[in-house]
């Protein structure tokens, strides 16, 4: 019996101590396993630590092209749009009424001096006004004899022979008349008086017409006029003789130079728009058609302004800026744009002329950051 009680209180006690190093090792494999996450947590923010500080140092050190700044007179300009239209247009009719045998022209066709614009038949009216009007001349020649005759026959008074003389006269008139009217002609034709594109022609083939009614409109080619649409706030920065550059809207390596003409003080109630007027002289617009559109840059004089290159200026919610160079930092000046001419921007504002200005790597920096220079 003592025997049994002694095996089994061994039993027992082998059993706690192998519970007791069973937690030990449990305790020491949690721990271990924590200590290592600590060191991997504490290595990985070290490293981002590292990446961080190596792209902080990147951006505090940003690249950067830089360029001498300086004042100089840069032309003022405005550039605006406009249409090519003709010179005068005149309208072309006949002196008599008839009927029109035939149109030789349409709308937008040019023309040349001497060129056949329409025919007519004349009307048989004229051509009865006329036939009474050469024998009423006739008649009157007739009768002026015949009282001369009775004069010298003491038969007739000089009153008489005065009044015979003033009915020729009136008689002749009416017939000078009648001619004019193309009353003498049973047809006319209608010839161009000078170069011109036609514009319109209001009637028809067959139609008949009264005199001096318009059969053809003719606008003068061989003088042009552009008409520029110009802001109503912008209008009163022209004045005439104001030099302009007009070119095709499709071709502005070839352009037009000439002069404001004139300028129509007036909005125009469809585009809001005021006109300026352009006249172009024979010889100098080969290149341009009418109902051609083109854009004008006029030339509003010249300003002393900071010559900057276009992509040194940036904008934001405060206006338009830029950066210069002090001591390795960037610096931010505020501008004002006063001209725009080609690649550069003429512009006022507290710039240092011994400080370069920025114009390449400006869209990365801030006040006070710091740069360094060299090719981008």
């Not at 991997?40 to 050190?61: I, L, Q, R």
């Not at 170069?195 to 009264?210: C, L």
């Amino acid at each position: 019996m003592k025997r049994n009680t002694r095996m089994i209180s061994g039993i027992a006690l082998v059993v706690f101590v192998a519970f007791v190093l069973t937690g030990i090792g449990i305790w020491w494999a949690i721990g271990h396993r924590g200590s290592q996450t600590e060191n991997t947590e504490k290595a990985a923010k070290g490293e981002a630590a590292e990446k961080g500080d190596a792209a902080a140092e990147v951006v505090a050190n940003a690249l950067v092209k830089t360029e001498s700044v300086k004042q100089q007179s840069l032309p003022m300009t405005m550039t605006v749009f406009g249409e090519v239209a003709t010179g005068k247009v005149e309208a072309l009719s006949f002196a008599q009424a008839g009927q029109l045998e035939e149109i030789a022209v349409v709308a937008g066709q040019p023309v040349h001096r001497g060129d056949l614009m329409a025919k007519m038949v004349s009307d048989p009216t004229s051509q009865i006004a006329y036939a009474q009007a050469v024998t009423a001349v006739g008649f009157a020649q007739r009768e002026l004899r015949r009282n001369h005759e009775l004069l010298a026959l003491q038969l007739a008074t000089q009153s008489q022979v005065d009044t015979a003389e003033k009915q020729l006269q009136d008689a002749q008139a009416s017939l000078a008349a009648q001619t004019k009217l193309g009353g003498a002609q049973e047809s006319a034709r209608l010839l161009a008086p000078f170069d011109a594109v036609v514009m319109a022609t209001p009637v028809g083939q067959g139609e008949r017409v009264q005199a001096g009614a318009a059969v053809v409109q003719l606008g003068h080619s061989d003088t042009l006029r552009v008409q520029l649409a110009v802001e109503p706030a912008q209008s009163t920065l022209l004045h005439v003789g104001m030099p302009v550059a007009i070119a095709a809207v499709q071709d502005s390596s070839r352009a037009v130079s000439a002069s404001i003409s004139a300028i129509q003080n007036v909005v125009d109630p469809k585009t809001q728009l005021v006109s300026a007027i352009v006249v172009l002289p024979s010889g100098k617009h080969a290149q341009l058609l009418p109902g051609m559109h083109v854009q004008a840059v006029i030339q509003l004089g010249k300003r002393v302004a900071w010559s900057v290159p276009r992509q040194a200026v940036l904008t934001d919610d405060k206006g338009a800026y830029l950066f210069q160079v002090a001591g390795g930092k960037a610096q931010r000046v505020d501008v004002n744009k006063l001209v725009e001419t080609g690649a550069l921007f003429g512009v006022e504002g507290k710039l240092d002329p011994q400080l370069p200005v920025v114009v390449l790597g400006n869209y990365e920096l801030e006040e006070g950051m710091a740069v360094r220079e060299g090719a981008r």
